[in-house]
Every structure is written in structure tokens, then in C-alpha cells.
């Protein structure tokens, strides 16, 4: 198997599941891996890329520790690191709008995958108005998900939370 930026998560555990417990010792976030929901839907859409966002590390990094696992050699160049997210707000940003605030983390746990309740939540609302999230980790999935669907998106790490808000267009 090859490894990129694009390969997903699901299929690097599938092919080779002898890694899970080494990118567990890499990233302790990693260990939600283990919670079959998310192994049956986030690790099917996420990327090495969005893993290595999540657990805050280089996706050069991650990719190197990979192949190092797997006893290849790295392939290509080093990937361009990815944008860092504005800390301000964008435009859009109104704390008055915001209509919903979920605690992924907690909906995980009991084995809810959010996706479903968000976006209900978003076509149901007005334009301008914002769903919130609040989750230990960085929804990687969720924002390239909503970022395609032509939402306003915006992600910030604030006392150890990332924050998530989501605006249905029409501000």
C-alpha cells in the first residue's frame, strides 16, 4: 500500500492493522480509533492528512513514522503543510446565532456519530444561523464535509476544546 495525504485511515488499518497500536503510541488521541463507530465511519473519510491534523502533528511526520512501521521507504516529497486556521472569527461569527451546541465527544461515546444530527440541524436553521461544536479532538471529517457543501466553517482550539461553528450561507 502506498501512503499519501489521501489515503484513508480505515483502509492503512484494514491493509495493515499491526500499526494501530504504534500510531496509538504516537498520538494518544489516536486511541479513539478503537470505538468501532467512528472505525465504521470517520476512519473511512479520514485522511493520513486529517490524522495528522487531529493529533497535531506534521503530516510529514506521521508519514515518515509510517512507513518507518511498515518498513518502506518514503515515497515523494514532503507534503506542503496545511493552512493553519484563522484564530480570529470570520464575518459570519455571531455567538447570538448560534442555535445549537453539541459536545461530540459525549455523542461518540455512546455511539452516535454526529454527522446525522448536524447537519439536520443546519438544513432546519435559517440563514446566518450556526451550529456549534465542541469536541477533545479536531473533526477533520466533519469541516471538509460541511466546507463542501459551501458552508461557513470555522475551527479554533480554545482551553484545550476544539471549537466548531458551523453557518448555513446567507450571512
Same mark, same amino acid.
Given at each position: 500500500?502506498?501512503?499519501?495525504?489521501?489515503?484513508?485511515?480505515?483502509?492503512?488499518?484494514?491493509?495493515?492493522?499491526?500499526?494501530?497500536?504504534?500510531? !496509538?503510541?504516537?498520538?494518544? +488521541?489516536? *486511541?479513539? $480509533?478503537?470505538?468501532?463507530?467512528?472505525?465504521?465511519?470517520?476512519? /473511512?473519510? #479520514?485522511?493520513?492528512?486529517?490524522?495528522?491534523?487531529?493529533?497535531?502533528?506534521?503530516?510529514?511526520?506521521?508519514?515518515?513514522?509510517?512507513?518507518?512501521?511498515?518498513?518502506?521507504?518514503?515515497?515523494?516529497?514532503?507534503?506542503?503543510?496545511?493552512?493553519?486556521?484563522?484564530?480570529?472569527?470570520?464575518?459570519?461569527?455571531?455567538?447570538?446565532?448560534? !442555535?445549537?451546541?453539541?459536545? +461530540?465527544? *459525549?455523542? $461518540?461515546?455512546?455511539?452516535?456519530?454526529?454527522?446525522?444530527?448536524? /447537519?439536520? #440541524?443546519?438544513?432546519?436553521?435559517?440563514?446566518?444561523?450556526?451550529?456549534?461544536?465542541?469536541?477533545?479532538?479536531?473533526?477533520?471529517?466533519?469541516?471538509?464535509?460541511?466546507?463542501?457543501?459551501?458552508?461557513?466553517?470555522?475551527?479554533?482550539?480554545?482551553?484545550?476544546?476544539?471549537?466548531?461553528?458551523?453557518?448555513?450561507?446567507?450571512?
Amino acid at each position: 500500500m502506498q501512503l499519501t495525504p489521501d489515503t484513508k485511515i480505515g483502509a492503512l488499518l484494514e491493509a495493515h492493522p499491526e500499526v494501530e497500536e504504534a500510531l !496509538i503510541g504516537l498520538v494518544p +488521541v489516536f *486511541a479513539k $480509533l478503537r470505538n468501532p463507530i467512528l472505525r465504521k465511519t470517520a476512519a /473511512k473519510v #479520514a485522511t493520513l492528512a486529517h490524522a495528522a491534523q487531529v493529533g497535531g502533528i506534521p503530516l510529514a511526520d506521521l508519514l515518515a513514522f509510517l512507513h518507518r512501521e511498515l518498513g518502506q521507504e518514503p515515497q515523494g516529497p514532503d507534503p506542503a503543510p496545511a493552512a493553519p486556521e484563522p484564530l480570529e472569527p470570520p464575518a459570519w461569527y455571531q455567538p447570538a446565532r448560534v !442555535i445549537l451546541d453539541l459536545d +461530540v465527544t *459525549a455523542l $461518540l461515546a455512546t455511539g452516535e456519530h454526529p454527522l446525522g444530527r448536524v /447537519k439536520r #440541524a443546519v438544513q432546519g436553521s435559517a440563514p446566518g444561523d450556526i451550529v456549534a461544536l465542541h469536541s477533545c479532538f479536531r473533526p477533520e471529517p466533519l469541516l471538509d464535509t460541511f466546507r463542501e457543501e459551501g458552508l461557513g466553517v470555522w475551527c479554533v482550539l480554545r482551553e484545550g476544546l476544539h471549537r466548531t461553528f458551523i453557518c448555513k450561507p446567507g450571512y
